[in-house]
């Protein structure tokens, strides 16, 4: 067979940045479904982690780039294999945190296969939300943005970014500034592609609602008409999970206060809040977004960066890059195994190990 080795160097890296990788590893090395990528095995030296996985050679996000946009029938087969994977990791209490194409590859036969974990999070059964602002902002859903408590249905919005993405050839919300891009998640309709059936439509349309309270739950994504003869469950012997089962009334009483008590959290993104407060200053005109939504469109000649964010508890979290990005035209995204001029600290280290260190080996 044969597989990828990732060599990650540990000079230079922090005691945080480590113990990440090892949570991620570690998340990782439990996961069993033929739709994300599996590891194998890892190992540590005194100057670097090795980390073997099967081997995917296809880049979703590098196929999509070559040809523009995807028949709805395609879309249909990634979309299926999307929904088995977030099912499984939610039915394991695992948010994902950073779904978009660039983190999506396809083996040899087709067969599609979600990676890099370095913003998952696996949740205690007492854990129903979180408040940590990780992801990539193009994809991150509007309570992100409003740096509300948040959970498994935010990579739901997610999903919808990516299968509108598939369909069209962009984003659903399409920006130059991140001060843009805030304006257009929270307040901007979005424009439905037309020329596809109902029935995707439809699964756009629930997948890519505001409010996360009636956005579509997991047995209404399993039984929609879009996908449901093509949904692969992974039956296993999981704990009951709040992400995938119904809430108890308890439940639900907690997860109704964590929303009530939004506001009283001291962790924020100054970027995010940055922006918030200047499109609330501006009163912005309603952004016009250079979006083609007629299938078949042309691809858009520049994306929105890639590139994932992450907030801490330490206000300056971006302290390369936060003055320059809110008034820049991002450059185009490039494949994963390469480096962007711009890109956030303390993001995934298995995500940023460039090319050389990199390879497949038959064995």
């Not at 945080?16 to 033929?34: A, C, S, T, V």
């Not at 999970?241 to 993104?269: D, I, K, M, W, Y």
């Not at 979006?291 to 890639?306: G, M, N, S, W, Y």
Request: some cysteine.
């Amino acid at each position: 067979m044969v597989v990828a080795l990732k060599f990650i160097p540990k000079v230079g890296r922090s005691e945080k940045e480590l113990k990440g990788l090892k949570r991620e590893i570690q998340i990782m090395r439990d996961l069993r479904h033929p739709n994300i990528v599996r590891m194998l095995d890892s190992c540590e030296t005194e100057r670097e982690v090795v980390v073997v996985t099967e081997y995917a050679e296809g880049e979703l996000f590098k196929i999509l780039e070559d040809d523009g946009h995807f028949p709805e029938e395609l879309v249909r087969d990634i979309s299926a294999q999307l929904v088995s994977a977030l099912y499984y990791l939610h039915s394991h209490r695992i948010l994902h945190r950073d779904m978009k194409p660039q983190n999506i590859l396809l083996s040899k036969d087709g067969t599609v296969k979600l990676c890099d974990f370095g913003f998952a999070r696996e949740l205690s059964l007492d854990t129903l939300m979180v408040r940590s602002i990780k992801g990539t902002p193009l994809y991150m859903s509007p309570e992100l943005i409003l740096e509300r408590p948040y959970d498994h249905r935010s990579d739901l919005w997610a999903l919808g970014c990516i299968v509108y993405e598939l369909l069209v050839g962009t984003p659903p919300f399409y920006a130059h500034s991140i001060f843009q891009l805030v304006s257009i998640i929270t307040q901007q309709a979005v424009r439905w592609p037309r020329g596809v059936s109902p029935e995707l439509t439809n699964f756009l349309q629930g997948l890519l609602t505001k409010d996360p309270a009636v956005r579509l739950s997991w047995p209404e994504l399993l039984r929609h008409p879009f996908i449901k003869d093509q949904v692969v469950v992974v039956e296993e012997n999981a704990n009951n999970s709040p992400f995938t089962s119904p809430l108890t009334e308890e439940q639900q009483q907690l997860r109704n206060q964590l929303c009530e008590n939004a506001g009283q959290s001291s962790v924020h993104s100054r970027i995010l809040s940055k922006a918030r407060q200047r499109v609330a200053k501006r009163k912005e005109k309603p952004v016009v977004c250079n979006l083609h939504v007629q299938i078949p469109p042309p691809l858009c000649e520049a994306h929105v960066d890639p590139s994932p964010l992450e907030a801490h508890t330490d206000p300056s979290f971006l302290p390369c890059t936060y003055e320059a990005l809110p008034h820049m035209h991002i450059q185009k995204p490039q494949p994963p195994n390469t480096h962007n001029s711009i890109f956030f600290p303390n993001t995934s280290l298995l995500s940023q190990i460039p090319a050389t260190n990199t390879t497949h080996l038959a064995i």
